[in-house]
């Protein structure tokens, strides 16, 4: 760094930039690394390495072709660099209507944050927010993991029919760890206590040693549309407090999709909600 004495203006030296265009476009998406799911324009390059003009020259283009998301906090990866093939089927909707709640329990719990969606039997990581923790745990956006073994992804198939989920795990059920669920009456066993809690999901070390999650899904009409969790390490994480955050935030998200649901479930279920008061006590659920 050189400082000029007229004016006192600090000038950065100049650095070469990549001969092409594709060498670019591939430093500013491997920016969104899974460390985190938005990053602001300066972000992105100081990651990249590359001026700010052109970073924002080439997130421009990107974002027209569907490659990065231009929306609330930044940019993010897009259906084509999720995988999606262009054509998200509503997911990016979702992640829209869930990223201010996602940042406002990251803010409120200290905790990282994932939204994501059931594909085959996997969980498909469509948004993630997090601290220091974050880069202990190995999701990342775009991703994907076990289902049966994540709390977001527990939730969801709580909500499927039973045949449903002997459908989608057909075959024998990976261990990830000595507390992952490998039978799938074991897993059915599980999903009848997430239905007893009102949907609420508990994951201890099961996908990765060391974490614990508790997890609920967002909920659409026709049945479970997402899974939305909190991860933190499974030696201090108090899930029985953080639990009626992540009810609450599920709930947000449903409604701000399908805002006609509240009144639909006012005349169908008197007396009954997703509202936190339904949930089993805090003391039983940690135990449950």
């Not at 202990?136 to 991703?143: D, E, K, L, N, Y």
């Not at 029985?240 to 009810?247: D, I, K, N, Q, T």
């Amino acid at each position: 760094m050189t400082i000029i004495d007229s004016g006192d203006v600090t000038r950065v030296p100049k650095r070469d930039l990549p001969p092409s265009m594709v060498e670019r476009m591939t430093l500013i998406l491997d920016a969104f690394d899974g460390r985190a799911s938005r990053l602001t324009l300066e972000e992105v390059a100081g990651r990249s390495r590359l001026p700010r003009s052109t970073v924002h020259r080439i997130l421009h283009q990107l974002v027209q072709l569907n490659w990065v998301e231009h929306a609330a906090f930044g940019y993010c990866l897009g259906g084509r660099a999720l995988g999606l093939g262009g054509g998200d089927g509503g997911r990016g909707e979702i992640r829209a209507a869930a990223a201010p709640l996602l940042h406002e329990l990251h803010l409120q719990t200290g905790m990282v944050v994932h939204l994501t969606v059931l594909e085959g039997g996997e969980s498909l990581y469509l948004d993630k927010v997090g601290g220091r923790f974050a880069a202990q745990f190995p999701s990342r956006v775009g991703g994907r993991g076990p289902a049966y073994a994540t709390a977001g992804g527990k939730s969801i198939l709580a909500l499927l029919p039973p045949e449903t989920v002997e459908c989608l795990y057909r075959r024998p059920l990976r261990g990830y760890t000595d507390r992952t669920i490998t039978s799938l009456s074991a897993l059915h066993v599980e999903l009848n206590r997430i239905r007893q809690r009102n949907g609420l999901a508990l994951e201890r070390g099961e996908s990765v040693r060391g974490v614990a999650c508790v997890g609920a899904a967002v909920r659409g009409p026709d049945g479970p549309v997402a899974g939305l969790s909190l991860c933190g390490d499974m030696r201090t994480a108090r899930l029985e407090r953080v639990a009626p955050l992540v009810v609450d935030a599920a709930r947000e998200v449903s409604l701000s999709l399908y805002p006609d649901q509240e009144g639909r479930r006012r005349r169908g279920s008197a007396g009954t909600s997703n509202n936190c008061s339904h949930l089993m006590p805090a003391d039983r659920l940690v135990r449950a």
